[in-house]
C-alpha cells in the first residue's frame, strides 16, 4: 500500500501507511506486545487516513500536518526516538532556482580551500548564534553560504544553497527551534562534503531545512521567494 501511494505523489500519507504496516508486522512476529491499546491506535490510523483521503477527493488543499498526530503514536509504538512534523513535509523539490552569474573560474583545489574557509566563517558564526540567536550570529554564516552558492552557481546542488540563505534569515529572527539547531549543523556538515568534492545533496536534508523557512513569516524578500517558488504558503 505504502509504494503505492509513493507512486502516485501521496508521500506522507504512505509515511503513516508505513507505521501501520510495521506495526502490523511487529504484532505478527511477536516483536511488538500485543495490547487492546495498540490495536486501537491502528484501527484509528486507518480512519484517519481514509478521512484525509476523501478531503483531497473533495478537492481540498493537502495539509500532511494533519496526520502528524497520530503519525507520532504510530512512532512511539514502535519505539522510534526521532519523530518531526518535517517527516510528513514533502514539497516538490524540482524547483530550479533563479538564475545567478557565477564567479570566476576556481581550479579543483581552489574551490576546495574557498569551501573549507567558507566552512570555518560558517562554524564561527554558529557558535555565537548557538550562544545568542541573533542576526548579529548568522551574519557571517550568511556571508559564508553566499561565496559557496556563487561558486556552486552552475552546479545542481546551488539550489540547496539558495535554500539555505532563506533559512538563514529565518533563523537570524531568533528560531534557536531543535529542527533549525539539527539542520545548522547538517548544512555544516554538509560544507565538509563539497570541500572534499561532493556536491550531493540528501533529499531529507532539504526538506529540513526547507520545512523551518516553510513555518516563517515572509520576513525577507529571499524567505517569500522560496515560500512562492516552492508553494509553502
Not at 490495536?39 to 496526520?67: F, Q, R, W
Request: net charge neutral.
Amino acid at each position: 500500500v505504502s509504494g503505492a501511494l509513493q507512486m502516485i505523489g501521496l508521500d506522507p500519507v504512505a509515511r503513516v501507511s508505513e507505521q501501520i504496516e510495521a506495526i502490523a508486522g511487529g504484532l505478527a512476529k511477536r516483536d511488538i506486545k500485543g495490547s487492546a491499546a495498540t490495536i486501537d491506535l491502528c484501527k484509528n490510523a486507518m480512519v484517519a487516513l481514509g478521512d484525509y483521503l476523501e478531503t483531497l477527493h473533495a478537492g481540498e488543499a493537502s495539509v500532511p500536518l494533519k496526520l502528524f498526530p497520530v503519525y507520532r503514536e504510530l512512532c512511539k509504538v514502535r519505539g522510534v526516538e526521532q519523530i518531526s512534523e518535517s517527516d510528513l513535509f514533502y514539497p516538490d523539490l524540482s524547483v530550479q532556482a533563479p538564475a545567478l552569474m557565477p564567479g570566476p573560474p576556481l581550479s579543483k583545489a581552489e574551490h576546495s580551500e574557498l569551501i573549507q574557509d567558507c566552512r570555518s566563517q560558517f562554524e564561527a558564526g554558529l557558535l555565537a548564534w548557538i550562544r545568542q540567536p541573533n542576526e548579529a550570529a548568522v551574519k557571517p554564516m550568511r556571508e559564508a553560504v553566499a561565496k559557496i552558492e556563487l561558486a556552486q552557481a552552475k552546479s545542481p546542488s546551488r539550489g540547496f544553497w539558495w535554500i539555505v540563505g532563506g533559512f538563514l534569515d529565518v533563523i537570524g529572527t531568533g528560531d534557536n527551534s531543535p529542527a533549525a539547531k539539527l539542520a545548522c549543523s547538517r548544512i555544516n556538515m554538509q560544507m565538509k562534503r563539497l570541500a572534499d568534492g561532493s556536491d550531493q545533496v540528501a533529499e531529507r536534508l532539504m526538506r529540513d531545512v526547507l520545512f523551518v523557512v516553510a513555518r516563517a513569516k515572509p520576513i525577507t524578500a529571499r524567505v517569500k521567494e522560496l515560500q512562492y517558488a516552492y508553494k509553502l504558503k
